[in-house]
């Protein structure tokens, strides 16, 4: 039985359904007050990256770093190990732009776009539309739908028929006749699609991407095959960044009848006897039948003073105006990161410690668990704004961790970061949240500078964790909960002087915060009790015209159900033309599902109806999961696995309906 692709999101709003933040949010104690810390934590040292001079230095500084963090068990840290239960965040993104407007020239109808975080920076989705098709991809199938006639137009089988990739979430990034499909692993492709001979025991076993032409017939005319696991993407104009991150190919053996000391000596041994080919990422390069590898080249390599030498982080870049896939022309760090936010000039890479913060702190490597007060959050600048290859810049650190990549904004040459100290579930670790504002160097010379701290704001949801964070220009706006939701307002213009200027608590919290016009912000997430259990999924209309009284003026509830776009707002959908809120809500089984539009006035939420799509026979029951919405024209297109349906915008009168099963 193929598994649900839609599953609660991890420490929010489904799990609390279930019963997880139940137990969080009933902890005892009573909300801290809204107001900054008077004396902040001692500033983080400045954090710096130096290159490595040559393959023989890299070789023996991986070992070195390598011997000194490996434990009886080998390296730790991989996230992947982890389970999702005991993550604290939900991640959360925004729309760029409403969409495009009409194309005199071809017709094309106004159209939306993906919701993004940044205007111009597009970030992979499982769909696309350019006002003349919808792309898809959904099942191991990429699909190609006219929204004029609404049948499918073309579609290529990404793999087999049992292939895991039909159970995957996979995503695409689109400019003009040229897609990419970013694939987490290459498992169960379809290979002759490409001309290709079969996978060998020394090919990359990361993630995958397919260059897909659609000027005709949609057809697989390239892919680049890589060692890692995917972070993240962005693409700006045709040109598309992605942040992969890697471990050593380093075979560590258990030997159960060993003591720890003798386990972590065997181990120091197997690094030892290692060589540069088991460290540095390998990547391969297929296109018209011809398959190019080759490895990150040791002088794109750079450390900061301190590392492990467990995990790299790769920036790729992809022209897709060029005729075909290259080398990606990669660049590399020795560090980890989960976080990605870009924008047109830069990308940041923030490594992510909310793993080290659940029911019970762990040190993967088997050492005693961080406090709290010594967790720092890694981040790593980008150039973008010169041609060619992109140039580390920049890298510092903050006290805490990261709710998702909202919590950074960049602005007039400032970096604003919002994180949280200490675990929200260990009631003797009183939490605390903090905006820190971090000067952006002038990117003369060629060495990495550091990003300098010149403002911060503390004490924000004392013994609560932050939810949402939006940052609108020179204000801020962050959410923290534990009983009740105080919505933050923060004056940002002075960046020496970050302050709080105001504050509004309602029952439950707001998961993703969305400006929809001149001071008035949306939010979605959960309704909760005075205790801070939680009922519901719950849209809010805030009025933050005046920074020191915000007030939330309207209110739509959804008893028992969650929405995807409190963890994944690619799921939220506002169309300024018609003041049009559209987002899926789910029962708390997950398998019954339906679009809930509202109509978005000056001080209401109208319910304008709800959309649900058909069963499929002998289809389980959440293929009918709705997961996406967008706007062609004057159409509402809603996008489940079982299909596409075509719904008037002005009425909610369907139109179409496009089986994709």
């Known amino acids: 039985m193929r598994p649900q692709p839609l599953r609660p999101p991890p420490g929010a ?59 009886p068990w080998g390296f730790g840290g991989d996230r992947a190990a982890i389970p999702e239960s005991w993550a604290g965040g939900v991640p959360a993104m925004d729309m760029a732009a409403p969409g495009a407007a009409l194309d005199k020239k071809s017709a094309t109808p106004a159209y939306s776009g993906t919701n993004t975080h940044e205007a111009g920076v597009d970030e992979p989705d499982l769909v696309k539309t350019d006002g003349r098709r919808i792309v898809t991809v959904t099942q191991g199938v990429l699909r190609v739908v006219d929204p004029v006639t609404r049948r499918v137009t073309g579609r290529v089988d990404l793999g087999g028929q049992d292939s895991p990739l039909r159970y995957r979430d996979l995503s695409l990034l689109m400019h003009g006749d040229r897609a990419v499909v970013l694939l987490p692993e290459a498992v169960g492709l379809i290979r002759s699609d490409i001309n290709e001979k079969p996978a060998g025991p020394s090919e990359p076993t990361g993630p995958t991407l397919l260059l897909v032409d659609l000027s005709g017939q949609p057809k697989v005319v390239g892919r680049y095959h890589t060692d890692g696991g995917l972070v993240d993407a962005r693409q700006v104009g045709g040109t598309v960044r992605v942040v992969v991150r890697a471990h050593p190919r380093i075979d560590f053996r258990y030997d159960e009848s060993s003591t720890t000391a003798q386990r972590i000596a065997a181990n120091r041994k197997i690094i030892e006897s290692s060589g540069i080919e088991d460290w540095l990422p390998r990547y391969e390069v297929t296109t018209d039948g011809r398959t190019e590898t080759g490895r990150v080249p040791c002088d794109r390599l750079s450390h900061p003073p301190a590392y492990s030498g467990a995990a790299m982080l790769t920036l790729l870049t992809f022209d897709l105006t060029a005729p075909a896939l290259t080398s990606g022309d990669p660049v590399t760090v020795m560090a980890d990161g989960d976080t990605v936010y870009g924008t047109a000039s830069s990308l940041y890479v923030a490594s992510d410690q909310r793993w080290r913060f659940g029911p ?82 002038d990117g003369t010379g060629e060495a990495v500078q550091p990003l300098r701290e010149v403002g911060r704001v503390t004490g924000l949801g004392r013994n609560e964790r932050i939810y949402a964070v939006r940052f ?50 949306l939010g979605i997430g959960q309704d909760a009790d005075l205790r801070g259990r939680v009922k519901g999924a719950q849209v809010s209309l805030f009025d933050v015209r005046d920074p020191a009284r915000p007030v939330r003026i309207a209110q739509y509830r959804v008893a028992g159900a969650y929405s995807e776009a409190e963890f994944d707002p690619h799921a939220f959908l506002f169309w300024p033309a018609d003041g049009l809120l559209v987002v899926p809500v789910t029962a708390g089984d997950g398998t019954r599902s339906e679009v809930l539009a509202l109509r978005v006035g000056d001080r209401t939420l109208g319910d304008l109806g709800r959309i649900r799509h058909p069963a499929v026979d002998r289809a389980p029951a959440y293929d009918s999961v709705i997961r996406r919405s967008l706007v062609v024209g004057d159409v509402l297109w809603t996008l489940s696995d079982a299909g596409l349906m075509a719904t008037r915008t002005a009425d909610l009168r369907p139109v179409g309906w496009v089986p994709l099963t």
């Not at 001692?42 to 490595?52: E, N, T």
């Not at 010169?386 to 920049?394: C, E, K, N």
């Not at 904004?409 to 579930?425: Q, Y």
């Open 360 to 441: 019970v702190a762990v040190d993967p490597l088997g050492g005693a668990p961080a406090k709290p007060a010594e967790v720092t959050t890694q981040i790593h600048r980008f150039d973008l704004a010169t041609p060619g290859r992109p140039r580390y810049a920049a890298s510092g650190e903050v006290p805490g961790w990261l709710i998702n990549q909202y919590a950074m904004s960049e602005w007039n040459g400032h970096l604003r970061v919002a994180t949280t100290n200490g675990r929200a579930k260990a009631p003797e670790e009183p939490t605390s949240s903090a905006v820190y504002v971090l000067k952006i160097p």
């Open 472 to 521: 609108l220009g020179d204000t801020g706006y962050v959410v923290t909960f534990r009983q009740t939701d105080p919505l933050y307002t923060l004056d940002l213009r002075d960046p020496a002087k970050p302050r709080v200027t105001g504050e509004v608590k309602i029952s439950g919290y707001s998961a993703y915060l969305h400006q929809v016009g001149d001071g008035r912000l």
């Open 13 to 71: 709003a489904a799990a609390a359904l279930a019963g997880v933040l139940l137990l969080t949010a009933c902890t005892a104690g009573p909300p801290g007050p809204a107001s900054p810390s008077p004396v902040p934590p001692a500033p983080a040292p400045a954090f710096r990256l130096v290159a490595f001079d040559t393959c023989a230095d890299l070789l023996a500084g991986l070992k070195a770093a390598a011997k000194k963090a490996v434990g």
